[in-house]
């Protein structure tokens, strides 16, 4: 997973609204989202580690994963950092606890960053600097860097974000088209994160289609007090595939 964008809004009637949007090599095989038979997880899957970027508990349990770009790439063998989005959700440890204990073993993975959200709190932590933290209210988002990194198109997104939250909430589908923008950023606004110009710009979008690598899922999830509201958007190297929709409450689980 790539981006990240959400609204946390802990005193209201809909606390979360998450957007993101997952990129990768095409060739990766992944399996769209479903409910995991053995861990009742919903959630995508990646079929070459096993773990996943973004998935939900059926007690209203989230968390999602970026990684951290790294102008040359870690080539140790290590744990995958998908397996750590399905062991919180797995878990019934609040996410403070769960934060707190992950990052006294981040030697062990690749950097990453990890938002949790246990139906109270919504965390962060940022590997690379063993940082947990409570994310503060309001929007927010974040992308392949350190939380709080004020690239382009998190810039974009945001503001995007912002814009439509002005109006009343309709469906999940609605927000689809802020994680559909390829505009890239200007050439001169562009972090420099170490890797080649060319990339650097295609990497820009929000969303990235390119020949072999591009936005593989667009996701929106939204959280009441007592519901669960998810949609997936899947793409290919030929666009739009599979559009999946997810709705349950916190008692019944339905889809």
Same mark, same amino acid.
């Given at each position: ?162 814009? @439509? ?22 050439? @001169? ?20 289609? @390119? ?45």
């Amino acid at each position: 997973m790539c981006i990240l964008a959400w609204n946390w809004q802990p005193t209201q009637s809909t606390p979360l609204l998450l957007l993101a949007n997952r990129d990768e090599f095409y060739a990766r095989p992944t399996q769209a989202a479903h409910w995991w038979n053995t861990d009742q997880i919903l959630a995508g899957r990646d079929l070459q580690a096993g773990g996943t970027w973004l998935g939900i508990s059926p007690g209203g349990r989230l968390a999602a994963l970026t990684n951290y770009r790294l102008p040359v790439p870690d080539t140790a063998m290590r744990p995958s950092r998908g397996t750590l989005v399905a062991d919180f959700l797995r878990s019934d440890v609040d996410a403070n606890s769960y934060l707190q204990s992950l990052a006294q073993r981040m030697d062990a993975f690749q950097p990453f960053n990890l938002l949790v959200y246990d139906g109270k709190q919504l965390m962060g932590l940022e590997s690379r600097h063993q940082r947990v933290f409570a994310v503060a209210p309001g929007i927010g988002a974040v992308s392949n860097a350190d939380f709080g990194t004020s690239w382009p198109k998190l810039l974009q997104l945001k503001n995007a974000l912002q814009q @439509e939250l002005l109006h009343p909430f309709v469906e999940a589908q609605h927000y689809l088209p802020l994680l559909q923008n390829p505009q890239r950023a200007p050439w @001169e606004s562009l972090p420099n994160t170490g890797i080649e110009r060319t990339w650097e710009h295609a990497l820009s979008a929000i969303f990235i289609a @390119e020949s072999d690598y591009g936005t593989r899922a667009s996701s929106i999830v939204c959280m009441t007090k007592s519901s669960v509201q998810f949609l997936e958007q899947s793409y290919g190297p030929q666009g739009p595939s599979q559009t999946l929709h997810f709705s349950f409450d916190l008692r019944h689980i339905a889809s």
